[in-house]
């Protein structure tokens, strides 16, 4: 059984920084791409930034320059680094990784329950 856990959300005022966490815990051989996708009230959920097992990253247009996506593959664990947040960045984020729970098992994805970021003042 794999279990994905998200913090780290919550209220913030335009312009101010959060970070988000992610730790995989469970059945785990191999870890591959994880990564953060969001969900706004009314709209289908993005891919907002992802990183491979190599360290190399991907970013949504809207976040490039204020959104870094780093791990820890030690700690099974995936980060989420929002400054200069907007209010159109309000939605609830969802962590993303794809792995194998044994050696010769095919990838599989999982998610996480999401956690709520709004950014209002």
């Known amino acids: 059984q794999v279990q994905l856990v998200e913090s780290g959300g919550g209220l913030v005022q335009p312009g101010g920084s959060l970070r988000l966490s992610c730790v995989v815990s469970?059945?785990?051989?191999?870890?591959?791409?994880m990564g953060w996708y969001r969900q706004a009230p009314g709209k289908q959920r993005e891919l907002v930034a992802a990183?491979?097992?190599?360290?190399?990253?991907n970013y949504a247009d809207s976040v490039k320059g204020r959104f870094t996506i780093s791990r820890d593959n030690a700690k099974n664990t995936v980060y989420l680094q929002m400054n200069s947040l907007k209010p159109e960045d309000t939605a609830v984020y969802y962590c993303?990784?794809?792995?194998?729970?044994?050696?010769?098992?095919?990838?599989?994805?999982?998610w996480g329950q999401g956690t709520q970021v709004t950014v209002s003042s």
């Open positions: 993303n990784a794809v792995l194998r729970t044994s050696l010769g098992s095919r990838p599989n994805t999982y």
């Open positions: 469970g059945s785990i051989f191999s870890i591959n791409a």
């Open positions: 990183i491979t097992s190599g360290g190399s990253t």
